[in-house]
Every structure is written in structure tokens, then in C-alpha cells.
């Protein structure tokens, strides 16, 4: 069975401040994908990463892959109050474009 | 604008009645869609894989007769909860991936909250 575990759960941060959301998955897979949701909402795409070792960065966030360890991690630098929502990452268990998403990380940055 | 519309956003339904959400790809054709379920302040559950012309493959646990899905064309994918019940309340969100230079790009719907009373 496939896990996906996204730590920390919760998060509450002060603006400014940097920190780090980690997602690890059981199985092999060379798509992880980040997305954002915002309350009531449906999934905001963030990245896709599509190899080992791939990086993107879009403003305050940035995202990493490391298929060897089974890990992609989701950086925030100098988070400010906009980046409060909940993040999720999700693995494309077979390459068939079917999700399998992380426990979700909620994400408050506090003023 | 969205690519993936959904339809209705919004349902309330009465226990036992069977209510149908509408998935469209706006602009491109699909040949699969994919149906998750989100419980509040939980993560999305994959449903079921809807396949274009052929039946859908639904995940373990998942009712086939309970969630009926057509996919009635390359831009269309209908999901049906039959006999409702309160417990069947959740926020449904269809996904499509998309083609050519998006072929790696998932785009989701708007995602349709569903209400059983």
C-alpha cells in the first residue's frame, strides 16, 4: 500500500521566518506534485517535479525532489501572512496521472 | 480560467435521492478523468479512474454501484452518488491531466460540496 506522509502536520510560523515541509512516500515514482488549498477550495497546482534532483522555485517557495530517498521537501523563505493554507504533496504512484496525496501540512503564518 | 469545470458547486440533497456531478475539460479532450473525495480537514482520496468509452476502475473500498461514473465523451465525466446518505457528505474534486505541452500538468476542478440531509 502506498504511504504518503507529510510532516509537519501543523504549522504556525511568524512572518519572516523560513521553514520547511517535508514528504516522504513508500513507493518508487518520478512525479511529485505540490499543490495549495485554500480553505473551502479546490487544489491550487504549485510544481511538478519530474526528476531526481529537481528543483523549482516560485516566489517564497521551492521545492526539491530526491528520488533516491523517497523525499521531496517544499522550502518557505521569509513567509508572510498570504501563505496560510494548507499544502499538500501528491505522488504519481504509476505514471497514469492518478494522485496520491500526502496527509496535508496547515500552513499559519502569524503577523 | 479554469480548464476543469464541475458541476454543481453546491448540492444539498435528501437522504436516499441520487444527485450527479458534472466534470468538463474546457479547451482540451480527456481520455481519463479521476474522482476523489475530501472528508473536512482531511486529504483527497482517490475514488475511481474514469476512462473515456469503457468502465471506470474504482480504488479498493470504493462503492462502483454506490458512485456510478460515465464518462460520455473526451470532455465529459459524470459522477452519480446513488441512495445518498449523510455520511456521503464531502467535497467531491474530479481531476484531468492535460495534453501536449501540459502533458504533465493535472488540472482539478473547482470541486462540488456535496450535503446529505
Known amino acids: 500500500e502506498l504511504k504518503v506522509e507529510q510532516n509537519p502536520l501543523f504549522l504556525s510560523m511568524q512572518e519572516g521566518k523560513n521553514y520547511t515541509i517535508y514528504c516522504n512516500y513508500s513507493?518508487?515514482?518520478?512525479?511529485l506534485y505540490w499543490y495549495r488549498q485554500d480553505p473551502g477550495k479546490s487544489l491550487e497546482s504549485l510544481f511538478v517535479?519530474?526528476?531526481?534532483?529537481a528543483v523549482k522555485q516560485e516566489g517564497r517557495l521551492m521545492a526539491s525532489l530526491d528520488t533516491k530517498a523517497r523525499l521531496s521537501t517544499l522550502h518557505i523563505t521569509a513567509a508572510v501572512h498570504d501563505l496560510s493554507a494548507t499544502y499538500f504533496c501528491?505522488?504519481?504512484?504509476?505514471?497514469?496521472?492518478?494522485?496520491?496525496f500526502g496527509t496535508g501540512t496547515r500552513l499559519t503564518v502569524i503577523p | 480560467g479554469a480548464v476543469v469545470s464541475q458541476h454543481p458547486s453546491r448540492v444539498i440533497c435528501k437522504s436516499g435521492t441520487s444527485v450527479k456531478i458534472e466534470c468538463r475539460s474546457l479547451?482540451?479532450?480527456?481520455?481519463?478523468m479521476f474522482w476523489y473525495r475530501q472528508f473536512p480537514k482531511q486529504s483527497l482520496m482517490l475514488m475511481a479512474t474514469?476512462?473515456?468509452?469503457?468502465?471506470?476502475?474504482?480504488e479498493q473500498g470504493v462503492e462502483k454501484d454506490k458512485f456510478l461514473i460515465n464518462h460520455a465523451s473526451l470532455t465529459l465525466s459524470t459522477l452519480t452518488v446513488t441512495s445518498a446518505h449523510p455520511e456521503d457528505s464531502s467535497f467531491y474534486i474530479c481531476?484531468?491531466?492535460?495534453?501536449?505541452?501540459?502533458?504533465?500538468?493535472?488540472?482539478f476542478g473547482e470541486g462540488s460540496w456535496l450535503t446529505v440531509v
Open positions: 517535479l519530474l526528476s531526481n534532483g
Open positions: 501528491a505522488v504519481d504512484k504509476t505514471g497514469a496521472n492518478n494522485l496520491f
Open positions: 481531476s484531468a491531466p492535460g495534453t501536449g505541452n501540459a502533458g504533465n500538468t493535472i488540472y
Open positions: 479547451d482540451f479532450q480527456a481520455t481519463t
Open positions: 474514469s476512462n473515456e468509452g469503457s468502465k471506470a476502475t474504482y
Open positions: 513507493t518508487t515514482s518520478d512525479r
